[in-house]
């Protein structure tokens, strides 16, 4: 038999809330309502690769990287086709294209030169360092800086 | 020589400076909780005159009022000190309750040096006027819109508008009028209403990014606000068209402070060691200029002493030789910039602290930074 008086401390729930999360003291993001990209279409990317268009195929992706976007699949997804298209290239064609690209898409590929280093295959690692090393002699280490500080990750 | 190296006390890393009116003093501070006063000697050495030690945390920022002589000191310890000299030259402290529950991170006095602002963690400026009648400093808050760590301060010419850099990637420009000590401002280009603690524009340094605002900087005119940020950029907002904002991306390592030199002149230096310039045009474009000093790796690496040091640097460290000396003249990030000679229209000297507890000074007016100087377009 429930008893009625004690309906309210019936269930233990409360035991559990994380009280650190409600703290007045918490950092509160910046609420953001800029619309974000959906990330690249991956047959516009293949299409592109296909015609041996890798500069364009390269700046499509870098246009449409979806910065910041909260959802983790969309941003693999586009990960992965930049990768691709990093991987397309010929070692020889790297520095032409780096030096076909403005300051803000190096920035954008430096970022994808990192995430690729963390899941690296079949010797990726040593084509991304080769981007890495023509996109560093065009951007320095603020475009690194810029890898770690900036908010929107890709 | 452009840059002169000058030793003032231990090469512990100096936290931050600041200049007597005379320029014979100078207060700094070894990232310990005493703020020591060194003169300069004829003979160009410093010698220690004075410690003031009422702090009992690290002491975070330290700013000396050329006009009424007074010295303000903040500390992690949550506490402000006002200094003022004796007639027998000893300097007494005041005790100034900020009312803040975290450390306070920078002090600058206002520019009629009847006011002083407190950044701190706690988020909140805290504002502090003498109350002549009960002869003690009172302590006003800002707090809206403040979420974060407050990390550098600027006050704009009238003494009343306070542009304030935080660890929340923005800048903002406050009033600060306090009706009991001043009279009412009349309207800049910042806007027209002034009320104690109100918004007068915000800047966002994290469009897609991030970075904590290092260093602001009002020009002398208070028309343009120019701040550094920890995604190592720089970046400069007009007032008067309309609160344009442009941001320069650099190739450098972060700024962590900044100084206009000039009217389209800006010296920034952080961690690259060496301060750099910028030129700021009439739209407000910020472009980088030259290097106070080429600095880049030292050529010479010393080689180990023997064969067994040799092969130890090898496993310890992956190369033989040991080149850990930089090229340039500080050895550690500056953290710590200030007009030595001259104002913010013309600045002939400023000096600089850094983490290598060095002080250095550099000529502008000198014949190599001349040069460089004149060779930036206008």
């Known amino acids: 038999q429930i008893y009625k008086m004690a309906k309210n401390t019936n269930s233990t729930a409360f035991r559990r809330i994380d009280v650190d999360k409600y703290s007045e003291d918490n950092y509160k993001e910046d609420v953001d309502n800029e619309t974000v990209t959906a990330g690249p279409s991956e047959n516009e990317v293949m299409s592109l690769i296909s015609q041996n268009k890798q500069l364009d195929a390269l700046k499509y992706v870098l246009a449409n990287s979806p910065l910041g976007n909260k959802n983790q699949a969309v941003r693999d997804a586009a990960l992965t086709l930049a990768l691709r298209v990093m991987l397309s290239f010929k070692t020889s064609q790297i520095e032409e294209a780096v030096k076909q690209l403005d300051y803000e898409q190096r920035d954008i590929l430096m970022k994808y030169i990192y995430r690729g280093f963390e899941v690296p295959n079949e010797g990726s690692s040593a084509q991304l360092l080769v981007w890495h090393d023509k996109v560093f002699n065009h951007s320095g280490v603020g475009s690194i800086v810029r890898v770690l500080t900036d908010k929107k990750k890709v | ?378």
């Open chain 2, 1 to 378: 020589m452009a840059a002169s190296i000058q030793k003032v006390g231990p090469a512990i890393p100096i936290q931050c400076h600041a200049w007597s009116s005379d320029r014979q003093t100078i207060a700094v501070s070894h990232n310990d909780k005493l703020v020591e006063l060194y003169k300069q000697q004829p003979g160009g050495s410093w010698n220690q005159t004075d410690i003031l030690d009422q702090h009992d945390l690290r002491v975070n920022d330290i700013d000396w009022a050329p006009n009424t002589n007074r010295i303000v000191t903040c500390s992690a310890d949550r506490n402000a000190y006002v200094w003022v000299q004796g007639a027998d030259g000893k300097w007494k402290h005041t005790l100034v309750l900020l009312r803040i529950n975290r450390a306070a991170t920078c002090v600058r006095w206002s520019p009629q040096e009847n006011k002083f602002a407190v950044g701190s963690g706690a988020r909140i400026i805290s504002i502090c006027y003498l109350d002549e009648e009960k002869d003690w400093w009172v302590a006003k808050h800002i707090r809206k819109p403040l979420r974060s760590t407050i990390t550098t301060v600027d006050w704009h010419p009238n003494n009343i508008l306070l542009a304030a850099g935080c660890t929340d990637f923005k800048v903002r420009v406050f009033s600060t009028y306090i009706k009991e000590i001043e009279p009412k401002p009349s309207a800049t280009e910042w806007g027209a209403k002034m009320p104690f603690a109100n918004l007068m524009a915000e800047f966002s340094n994290s469009p897609t990014g991030g970075g904590w605002i290092h260093a602001v900087a009002f020009n002398e005119e208070g028309t343009r606000l120019a701040w550094v940020g920890h995604d190592s950029s720089i970046a400069v907002a007009d007032a008067p068209s309309g609160m344009v904002m442009m941001k320069l991306k650099t190739n450098l390592l972060p700024f962590l402070s900044l100084l206009w030199i000039g009217p389209n002149r800006l010296l920034a230096a952080g961690h690259d060691c060496v301060p750099v310039l910028f030129h700021v045009d009439s739209a407000g474009k910020v472009s980088q200029g030259p290097k106070l000093e080429e600095g880049g790796n030292v050529v010479e690496a010393t080689a180990a002493a023997s064969a067994k040091n040799m092969f130890k640097n090898k496993d310890r460290l992956g190369q033989e030789l040991v080149d850990s000396r930089l090229g340039t003249t500080h050895q550690n990030q500056i953290n710590s910039m200030r007009i030595l000679e001259g104002n913010k229209v013309e600045a002939r000297r400023v000096s600089t602290t850094a983490g290598d507890g060095a002080l250095v000074i550099w000529n502008l007016a000198s014949g190599a930074l001349a040069v460089k100087l004149t060779a930036l377009k206008i």
